[in-house]
């Protein structure tokens, strides 16, 4: 349900200057493995984003980008399962089935489980953000983002049009090589079925990175992001 909604990006408040414009893309890859007594979802999918973000002055940014996501077979079963048995992680049953499967049960909409459904569009999204910064000092920035988010995916099985929005706040400490920024964001959307679940009508996630300049022109990030339960059913959690 995640994956086919809105879920806001962390923001930098230190990151540009008036009149300076950041133009991104990126394209990214995913395994997807939940198995439960009540449910099981096993598939892949892959993202490209697009866009842009313009300072208008040392306070004001707006920006516009574009993801499209599907599923994709990655063949991302064997690597998974190896980093797994590397670090010792149980495979939670991933290798008690077929690799590379489209597949997903949720007994619970009794409906027949859904396979096969490499090549489906998950998620055609236009996000549009504004954020003002509020405080900003040497080694400190505080701002307030909000996003609007448009997505509509007109076949196959993941068919949804959803109008979503956002309100954040991003905070960045920066000093010397070592920065940190984080986020926590309340979101809205529809309070409809989707797919095969109903979704709560309001969410929260949060996020916190480290970004150590090792080099001029490279970093090492790390990352770590949370988000609420999108449904309050119980077999879902």
């Not at 009794?110 to 549009?128: C, K, Q, R, T, Y």
Request: hydrophobic residues 35%.
């Amino acid at each position: 349900l995640q994956i086919t909604g809105l879920t806001p990006i962390m923001q930098d408040p230190t990151l540009l200057q008036a009149d300076e414009t950041e133009v991104f893309a990126s394209a990214t890859m995913a395994s997807v493995w939940a198995n439960t007594p009540e449910y099981q979802f096993d598939y892949y999918h892959n993202q490209f984003m697009l866009g842009f973000m313009h300072a208008l002055s040392e306070e004001t940014k707006f920006g516009v980008w574009y993801q499209y996501r599907y599923a994709a077979n990655n063949r991302l079963d064997g690597l998974t399962e190896k980093f797994h048995s590397v670090f010792g992680i149980d495979q939670n049953g991933r290798t008690e089935v077929n690799e590379n499967r489209f597949y997903i049960d949720y007994p619970s909409d009794n409906n027949d489980p859904m396979e096969d459904f490499v090549g489906d569009p998950l998620l055609s999204a236009i996000n549009l953000y504004g954020e003002q910064t509020l405080y900003r000092t040497t080694h400190h920035a505080i701002s307030l983002g909000v996003t609007l988010f448009f997505n509509r995916v007109s076949h196959c099985i993941f068919t949804n049009t959803s109008f979503e929005q956002s309100l954040q706040v991003n905070y960045a400490y920066q000093q010397e090589n070592h920065h940190v920024t984080a986020t926590i964001a309340m979101v809205h959307r529809p309070n409809k079925q989707q797919h095969f679940a109903p979704v709560k009508s309001v969410g929260m996630n949060g996020g916190i990175s480290y970004q150590y300049r090792w080099r001029e022109n490279h970093d090492f990030i790390g990352e770590y992001l949370i988000s609420q339960a999108k449904t309050d059913s119980k077999e879902l959690g």
